[in-house]
Protein backbone atom coordinates (compact mmCIF):
# COMPACT_ATOMS: atom_id res chain seq x y z
CA UNK A 1 0.00 0.00 0.00
CA UNK A 2 1.07 3.33 -0.76
CA UNK A 3 2.66 5.31 1.98
CA UNK A 4 4.19 8.48 2.04
CA UNK A 5 7.91 8.11 3.59
CA UNK A 6 9.31 10.51 5.97
CA UNK A 7 11.77 11.77 3.22
CA UNK A 8 8.83 12.38 0.83
CA UNK A 9 6.95 14.43 3.51
CA UNK A 10 10.53 16.21 4.56
CA UNK A 11 10.55 17.39 1.19
CA UNK A 12 7.19 18.37 0.85
CA UNK A 13 7.67 20.55 3.90
CA UNK A 14 10.76 22.14 2.68
CA UNK A 15 9.47 22.97 -0.56
CA UNK A 16 6.02 24.43 0.98
CA UNK A 17 8.66 26.96 3.39
CA UNK A 18 10.40 27.99 0.47
CA UNK A 19 6.84 29.02 -1.11
CA UNK A 20 5.90 30.26 2.27
CA UNK A 21 8.95 31.78 3.46
CA UNK A 22 10.51 33.17 0.39
CA UNK A 23 10.68 36.46 -0.47
CA UNK A 24 13.68 38.02 -2.78
CA UNK A 25 16.60 36.35 -1.98
CA UNK A 26 17.05 32.64 -1.96
CA UNK A 27 15.88 30.55 0.94
CA UNK A 28 18.75 28.67 2.81
CA UNK A 29 18.94 25.07 3.37
CA UNK A 30 19.95 25.53 7.36
CA UNK A 31 16.58 28.45 7.52
CA UNK A 32 14.46 25.42 6.51
CA UNK A 33 16.25 23.20 8.78
CA UNK A 34 15.73 25.88 11.59
CA UNK A 35 11.80 26.29 11.08
CA UNK A 36 10.98 22.78 10.23
CA UNK A 37 13.23 20.88 12.55
CA UNK A 38 14.34 18.61 9.02
CA UNK A 39 17.29 17.03 9.82
CA UNK A 40 19.71 18.46 7.23
CA UNK A 41 20.65 14.88 6.21
CA UNK A 42 17.22 14.49 5.13
CA UNK A 43 16.92 17.90 3.43
CA UNK A 44 20.51 18.12 1.31
CA UNK A 45 19.80 15.01 -0.72
CA UNK A 46 16.48 15.70 -1.82
CA UNK A 47 17.13 18.99 -2.36
CA UNK A 48 18.95 18.40 -5.43
CA UNK A 49 16.99 15.87 -7.16
CA UNK A 50 14.33 18.58 -7.02
CA UNK A 51 16.08 21.14 -8.82
CA UNK A 52 16.91 18.47 -11.26
CA UNK A 53 13.52 17.61 -11.38
CA UNK A 54 12.99 21.58 -12.41
CA UNK A 55 10.85 21.99 -9.20
CA UNK A 56 13.76 24.08 -7.02
CA UNK A 57 16.11 26.82 -8.44
CA UNK A 58 19.16 26.35 -6.62
CA UNK A 59 21.63 29.16 -6.50
CA UNK A 60 25.13 28.77 -5.28
CA UNK A 61 27.29 31.09 -3.38
CA UNK A 62 27.67 32.30 0.49
CA UNK A 63 23.88 33.86 0.51
CA UNK A 64 22.96 31.06 -1.80
CA UNK A 65 19.78 29.26 -1.54
CA UNK A 66 16.45 28.02 -3.31
CA UNK A 67 13.93 29.25 -5.29
CA UNK A 68 10.70 27.62 -6.54
CA UNK A 69 11.26 26.90 -10.67
CA UNK A 70 7.86 27.55 -11.34
CA UNK A 71 4.79 29.47 -9.96
CA UNK A 72 3.18 27.72 -6.61
CA UNK A 73 0.13 27.07 -8.34
CA UNK A 74 2.28 25.01 -11.15
CA UNK A 75 3.54 22.74 -8.67
CA UNK A 76 2.22 19.75 -7.54
CA UNK A 77 2.07 17.77 -4.47
CA UNK A 78 2.44 14.24 -6.55
CA UNK A 79 5.48 15.91 -8.32
CA UNK A 80 7.33 16.15 -5.22
CA UNK A 81 6.21 13.06 -3.94
CA UNK A 82 7.64 11.28 -6.96
CA UNK A 83 10.95 12.99 -7.25
CA UNK A 84 11.49 11.37 -3.51
CA UNK A 85 9.90 8.18 -4.49
CA UNK A 86 11.97 7.81 -7.74
CA UNK A 87 15.20 8.61 -5.27
CA UNK A 88 14.00 5.91 -2.89
CA UNK A 89 13.49 3.37 -5.45
CA UNK A 90 9.88 3.47 -5.92
CA UNK A 91 6.46 3.10 -3.91
CA UNK A 92 5.71 0.36 -1.92
CA UNK A 93 2.85 -2.30 -2.85
CA UNK A 94 4.28 -1.86 -6.71
CA UNK A 95 6.28 -5.00 -5.73
CA UNK A 96 3.97 -6.75 -4.38
CA UNK A 97 3.67 -10.31 -6.21
CA UNK A 98 1.45 -13.05 -4.92
CA UNK A 99 1.98 -16.75 -5.70
CA UNK A 100 -1.81 -16.85 -5.71
CA UNK A 101 -3.97 -16.77 -8.43
CA UNK A 102 -6.59 -14.53 -6.47
CA UNK A 103 -3.69 -12.42 -5.33
CA UNK A 104 -2.29 -11.77 -8.53
CA UNK A 105 -6.09 -10.75 -10.44
CA UNK A 106 -7.72 -9.61 -7.41
CA UNK A 107 -5.64 -8.41 -5.09
CA UNK A 108 -2.78 -6.88 -6.73
CA UNK A 109 -5.15 -5.03 -9.20
CA UNK A 110 -7.05 -3.62 -6.64
CA UNK A 111 -3.36 -2.02 -4.63
CA UNK A 112 -2.55 -0.85 -7.96
CA UNK A 113 -5.81 1.02 -8.22
CA UNK A 114 -5.37 2.94 -5.15
CA UNK A 115 -1.85 3.88 -5.74
CA UNK A 116 -2.90 5.84 -8.88
CA UNK A 117 -5.99 6.86 -7.08
CA UNK A 118 -3.58 8.25 -4.53
CA UNK A 119 -1.29 9.66 -7.37
CA UNK A 120 -4.17 11.16 -9.15
CA UNK A 121 -5.72 13.46 -5.79
CA UNK A 122 -2.12 13.97 -4.92
CA UNK A 123 -1.45 15.84 -8.91
CA UNK A 124 -4.72 17.96 -7.93
CA UNK A 125 -3.05 19.70 -4.96
CA UNK A 126 -0.93 22.72 -5.54
CA UNK A 127 1.71 24.22 -3.33
CA UNK A 128 -0.23 27.32 -3.81
CA UNK A 129 -3.52 25.41 -1.68
CA UNK A 130 -1.00 24.39 0.97
CA UNK A 131 -0.08 28.16 1.15
CA UNK A 132 -3.19 29.09 1.56
CA UNK A 133 -3.86 26.17 3.78
CA UNK A 134 -1.15 27.69 6.15
CA UNK A 135 -2.09 31.31 5.45
CA UNK A 136 -5.58 29.90 7.12
CA UNK A 137 -4.15 28.20 9.67
CA UNK A 138 -2.95 31.39 11.08
CA UNK A 139 0.39 30.36 10.21
CA UNK A 140 3.24 33.29 10.18
CA UNK A 141 5.97 33.46 7.35
CA UNK A 142 8.81 35.09 8.89
CA UNK A 143 8.72 38.14 7.26
CA UNK A 144 5.34 38.74 9.05
CA UNK A 145 7.13 38.00 12.69
CA UNK A 146 9.73 40.21 11.49
CA UNK A 147 12.41 37.79 11.91
CA UNK A 148 15.88 37.92 10.47
CA UNK A 149 18.92 36.01 11.01
CA UNK A 150 21.16 37.25 9.22
CA UNK A 151 24.31 39.02 10.52
Do not use: W
Not at 40 to 60: D, H, N, S, T
Not at 101 to 125: A, C, F, W, Y
Amino acid sequence: MFRLSKKMLFALEAVVDIAYNGRAEPVQSKEITRRQGIPQRYLEQVMQQLVRAGILKGVRGPRGGYFLARERRRITVGEIIAVVSAIEGGTEGNDYDSPSELGRTVVKPLIDQLNRDIMHKLDSITIQDLCTRADRGGILTEADRGLDFNI
